[in-house]
C-alpha cells in the first residue's frame, strides 16, 4: 500500500519532463545527452534493482567490437554493409565512453583479444584465418590498420593446452565494469539528474496532458518516457523483437605469476574469459541450451557450469592452482536484428534496447541516439 504523499513529495519528486526507464549504461547515457540538450530540463531515472539490474553491473567488462568468427556469423545474418556499420557504432560507442568518463576512471586498458582456436575447430579455424584480410580491410578505415594477425607463439605463453591457433586483435580492451558504472552514475548525478532506486514501473499509461508512470511509490508523470531494460523491456512494451540471454560467469581467487593478460574468445564468442586483479573471470556457454539460458531469471546451471569449470581446468589453466571465488549471472538482450532497437513505439514513448551482446560498446552510442530522437520530437 502506498503511504499518502505530502504536497512537497508530489510536486517535487513525482513531477518531471523527461522520466528514463532503467540505469544501465543506455539510461545514464540517455539522461545525460538529454540533459546537456536541455540543462533547464528536470530528468530523473527510475531502476527496479538497488543497482543497475541486467548486464550492465553484471558483464564481463570486454571494450570490443567483435571477434573473427563472431564476424563471420554477423556478416552473414546483415551482409558488409551492415556489419560496416554495426562496428562503427560499436567503436564510436567506446570512444564516447572513454571520452565521457576518462580511461582512468573505467581502467582502460588496451591488452589487445585473442580468438582460440582448439585442434578439432580445423574447418572453423581454416575459415577465420582466411578472413583475417578481409576484416582488416573492412573496418581499417573505422578502427585502425591491421587490426587482426595470426598470433600463435603466444599459445605457449599464454600456458593454453589443446589450442592450436590464436587470432589476436591489437585494438581490443577491458575495462572495470564496476568503476565504470560508479562513475557513470556519479556523471549523471553531478548533472543534476535524480536516480530513484528500487521503482519497478508496472505500466505506462498515456494521457492528454503527459505520461504517467504507475510504481509501486506512487505514479510518476512527465511530458516524454524513454524505457531501457533492454532484456526487461517486454514487461512494458511486449510487442518488441526482444529474447533475453542470461551469460553465466564465473571469477577465480587471485592466481600468483598469472601469464594470461587481455580479453579473450572461444567457441564464435559464446565463451569468454580475461584477466582481472589478477583473477581469471570467464563465462558464457548459454550455447549450450539455448532455451534454457532464454530467461530473465538469474542463477547458475550445472549445465553451464560445468562446462565452464572444464574449459578452466583443460585449456585455460592446465597447469595453474585455482580456487573459483564468487559465480553470479547477468542478462542480456538478443533479437533477429543486430542493430539496438532505437524508436519512439508510441507517442512519447520512446525505447532503446537490445544491444546484442555489445553493451559496452553499444551502450553510449545507443543512449545518445535514442536520446537525440527524443530532442528531434520536440
Given at each position: 500500500m502506498v503511504t499518502a504523499q505530502s504536497y512537497w513529495e508530489k510536486t517535487s519528486f513525482f513531477l518531471f519532463d523527461f522520466i528514463i526507464i532503467g540505469s544501465g549504461i543506455v539510461g545514464l547515457n540517455a539522461a545525460i545527452h538529454l540533459k546537456k540538450f536541455k540543462p533547464n530540463s528536470k530528468i530523473c531515472i527510475l531502476e527496479r534493482g538497488f543497482l543497475p539490474s541486467g548486464a550492465s553491473t553484471k558483464n564481463a567488462g570486454f571494450a570490443c567490437f567483435g571477434s573473427i568468427s563472431e564476424l563471420i556469423d554477423q556478416e552473414s545474418i546483415c551482409g558488409t554493409e551492415g556489419l560496416s556499420f554495426l562496428i562503427e557504432k560499436r567503436w564510436k560507442g567506446l570512444l564516447k565512453l572513454r571520452n565521457l568518463l576518462s580511461d582512468e576512471k573505467i581502467d582502460y586498458q588496451c591488452l589487445g583479444g585473442y580468438e582460440l582456436f582448439k585442434k578439432t575447430e580445423q574447418n572453423l579455424t581454416t575459415l577465420s584465418v582466411s578472413k583475417i584480410e578481409h576484416f582488416n580491410n573492412l573496418i581499417k578505415n573505422i578502427v585502425g590498420e591491421n587490426a587482426f594477425s595470426l598470433q600463435n607463439q603466444k599459445i605457449k605463453e599464454f600456458g593454453f593446452k589443446n589450442i592450436e591457433n590464436l587470432i589476436a586483435n591489437r585494438y581490443e580492451a577491458q575495462i572495470d565494469t564496476g568503476k565504470m558504472m560508479f562513475a557513470l552514475?556519479?556523471?549523471?548525478?553531478?548533472?543534476?539528474?535524480?536516480?530513484?532506486?528500487?521503482?519497478?514501473?508496472?505500466?505506462?499509461?498515456?494521457?492528454?496532458?503527459?505520461?504517467?508512470?504507475?510504481?509501486?511509490?506512487?505514479?510518476?508523470?512527465?511530458?516524454?518516457?524513454?524505457?531501457?531494460?533492454?532484456?526487461?523491456?517486454?514487461?512494458?512494451?511486449?510487442?518488441?523483437?526482444?529474447?533475453?540471454?542470461?551469460?553465466?560467469?564465473?571469477?577465480?581467487?587471485?592466481?600468483?605469476?598469472?601469464?594470461?593478460?587481455?580479453?579473450?574468445?572461444?567457441?564464435?564468442?559464446?565463451?569468454?574469459?580475461?584477466?582481472?586483479?589478477?583473477?581469471?573471470?570467464?563465462?558464457?556457454?548459454?550455447?549450450?541450451?539455448?532455451?534454457?539460458?532464454?530467461?530473465?531469471?538469474?542463477?547458475?546451471?550445472?549445465?553451464?557450469?560445468?562446462?565452464?569449470?572444464?574449459?578452466?581446468?583443460?585449456?585455460?589453466?592446465?597447469?595453474?592452482?585455482?580456487?573459483?571465488?564468487?559465480?553470479?549471472?547477468?542478462?542480456?538482450?538478443?533479437?533477429?536484428?543486430?542493430?539496438?532497437?532505437?524508436?519512439?513505439?508510441?507517442?512519447?514513448?520512446?525505447?532503446?534496447?537490445?544491444?546484442?551482446?555489445?553493451?559496452?560498446?553499444?551502450?553510449?552510442?545507443?543512449?545518445?541516439?535514442?536520446?537525440?530522437?527524443?530532442?528531434?520530437?520536440l
Open positions: 552514475l556519479q556523471y549523471a548525478q553531478s548533472l543534476g539528474i535524480a536516480v530513484f532506486n528500487n521503482c519497478t514501473v508496472n505500466k505506462i499509461e498515456g494521457e492528454n496532458k503527459g505520461i504517467s508512470l504507475l510504481t509501486d511509490e506512487g505514479i510518476f508523470k512527465c511530458h516524454k518516457v524513454v524505457v531501457t531494460t533492454n532484456a526487461f523491456t517486454q514487461s512494458l512494451l511486449p510487442d518488441l523483437d526482444i529474447t533475453p540471454g542470461r551469460g553465466q560467469i564465473l571469477i577465480t581467487k587471485p592466481i600468483k605469476n598469472l601469464k594470461i593478460k587481455g580479453t579473450f574468445h572461444y567457441d564464435r564468442g559464446y565463451y569468454y574469459f580475461r584477466n582481472i586483479n589478477d583473477r581469471i573471470l570467464l563465462g558464457g556457454g548459454r550455447n549450450l541450451d539455448f532455451n534454457a539460458e532464454a530467461t530473465t531469471t538469474f542463477g547458475q546451471t550445472d549445465l553451464v557450469q560445468n562446462a565452464l569449470e572444464n574449459l578452466l581446468s583443460k585449456v585455460i589453466l592446465p597447469d595453474t592452482d585455482y580456487e573459483i571465488d564468487q559465480r553470479w549471472s547477468g542478462i542480456m538482450a538478443f533479437g533477429k536484428q543486430l542493430e539496438p532497437i532505437i524508436k519512439e513505439v508510441k507517442p512519447n514513448v520512446f525505447c532503446a534496447a537490445r544491444c546484442n551482446g555489445m553493451g559496452i560498446a553499444m551502450g553510449s552510442q545507443t543512449g545518445e541516439d535514442v536520446a537525440q530522437l527524443l530532442i528531434n520530437s
